[in-house]
C-alpha cells in the first residue's frame, strides 16, 4: 500500500536529500544549519505565519520529508518557491512548478509506504502499490495516473545517459551547434 498526501493550500511539503550530511562551513548537520535555520529566519521575520512542522524519515536512512502547516492559505506558486527556498530538492521543485504551470491536478505531494503517525489529517489517497513509484518505470497505478500521469522527461525531455566530456562553452553567444556537440568516453 501506498498514501498520497497532496499539499493543501495551507502546507508546505518538503523533500529533504542528505539531511543529516555535514554543511561545508561548520560541519555541522545541514538540516540543521540550512533547513531549520532558514525556516526559523522566515517565522521571526514575519514572511511565514507557521502553525506547525512536521518531520519523519523518508524512504533512505539520511533522506526525510517535512511537511510545514501554515496558518493561512497561500497561493500555490508562492508555496512551491517557499518549498525551494527552505532545501526542498531541487530536482522536485522543478518538476512541481512545470507541473503548477501546466495545470497538472497535484503539482506538489508526498507518497508514503505507510501514513504520518500523529499527523493531523488523513492522506488524500491510498493505491495497492507496494514498491516506490518510480518516474523512469511509471507503474500500472491509478492514482499514478491521475496525480502524476506525467514523467519528467515529458515535462524536461530525455535525459542522455552519455558520459561526456570536454566539451568547454566559450564567453558571449554560444553556437547551438557546441550545445548540440557530445564527446563520448568509450
Partial sequence: MSVWYLAHDDELMLDLDEYMRPTKKKGGVWGEEFFRKRLRDSILDGK????????????????????????????????LVWQLHLGSDLYRGRCDLMRAARGVLAPSLLIRAEPINAFYREPDR?????????????PDCEVWRELRGMSPWELFG??????????????GRVPLERIMEARVEE
Fill in 158 to 171: 530525455k535525459r542522455n545517459k552519455w558520459k561526456e566530456h570536454g566539451v568547454k562553452l566559450s564567453v
Fill in 48 to 79: 511565514l505565519n507557521v502553525q506547525d512542522v512536521y518531520l519523519f524519515h523518508s524512504h533512505s536512512e539520511q533522506h526525510y520529508q517535512a511537511i510545514i502547516r501554515l496558518k493561512e492559505s497561500m497561493p500555490l506558486v508562492e508555496r
Fill in 126 to 138: 491510498v493505491c495497492k502499490c507496494t514498491t516506490k513509484h518510480r518516474t523512469e518505470d511509471p
